[in-house]
């Protein structure tokens, strides 16, 4: 099995270096030519047999757009293309649209695994024809994780559907981080518990809340006990954004993902103009006290 790979950042290195592993022979372009096998997306597309299969691992948006509309070019009618970053599921029927002109297939699949995914797997869900996920399986077969097929891979329907559960799986994550972040933070700030990394590390055994996530948070504490090497400063990558912006559209409440991405937000202001608005409004009907800012640093006497 042959297969083109463009985008060798992190994600896509890494997936390059397993297929290899498992026998797939990966034909890899980036513009960094330090980690590219070939020059140009040309170059990559005539080293590969016919049917083709290209996998698009670059950002979302206009990089992912201009890739796939480079390739319709300079693929050909049988050929497939995966687009395995985090795009919109709904810019996913006009990347179909796109290459259907051409003859030539799509689909989507939303990839989780990060860093780790090169040792543990990637799981997979796709969205897109049944043959032409029939024609990648050894691909993704050797992608996922060991064991049964079904648990770490899923044909989750038409195109968009690969996308659309990567998202859902993104918002969850959302929510997840959230709750063990507040736990911790509960944890440290009660004189009871005086040994919080330890704490956390026993749940990782026989609880209910043991996971993957929460064994991370567990190695981040062994290397920093108390997180002093890092800001309470949180960026969101945009598929926690579509979660919320999806579940309004269909009036499903969320309000652990929607209180996580806000958290996000929240985390990122280093003095809140609302909690200022709200500071001057308890002040002006009810002459509570607030805390004047000060000339340079922001903070002052309390009157």
């Known amino acids: 099995m042959q297969l083109g790979l463009v985008g060798l950042g992190r994600m896509g290195f890494n997936m390059a270096e397993r297929l290899r592993a498992a026998g797939v022979e990966v034909v890899g372009f980036d513009r960094n030519p330090g980690v590219a096998d070939v020059g140009s997306l040309t170059e990559l597309v005539d080293a590969l047999a016919v049917p083709r299969a290209v996998w698009v691992m670059v950002p979302s948006g206009e990089p992912t757009q201009q890739t796939i509309g480079d390739l319709a070019t300079l693929l050909a009618e049988g050929d497939v293309v995966v687009d395995g970053g985090n795009s919109r599921y709904t810019d996913d029927q006009a990347h179909a649209a796109q290459l259907a002109e051409h003859g030539i297939g799509y689909l989507d699949c939303g990839v989780s695994g990060g860093v780790w995914g090169r040792e543990n797997g990637y799981g997979l869900m796709v969205g897109g024809q049944d043959r032409h996920v029939q024609a990648l399986l050894p691909v993704f077969d050797a992608l ?39 736990g911790y933070e509960l944890l440290t700030a009660a004189d009871v518990v005086t040994d919080v990394p330890s704490v956390m590390q026993a749940w990782t055994r026989g609880t209910v809340v043991r996971s993957w996530l ?51 937000f929240a985390s990122r202001q280093v003095d809140s103009p609302a909690m200022k608005a709200v500071a001057a409004l308890r002040n002006q009907f009810g002459g509570h006290a607030v805390h004047r800012a000060g000339p340079t640093s922001g903070s002052g006497e309390v009157t």
């Open 214 to 264: 929460l064994d991370l948070l567990v190695l981040a504490l062994k290397e920093d006990p108390e997180l002093d090497g890092l800001r309470g400063y949180v960026e969101d990558s945009g598929e926690g954004r579509w979660t919320v912006e999806e579940a309004i559209g269909l009036s499903v409440p969320l309000p652990v993902i929607s209180a996580a991405l806000f958290a996000r």
């Open 144 to 182: 996922r994780p060991e064991g049964p097929r079904e648990e770490g891979f899923a044909h989750a329907g038409a195109v968009g559907a690969g996308h659309f559960a990567k998202m859902v799986h993104n918002g969850i994550e959302y929510g997840l981080m959230q709750a063990y972040a507040e």
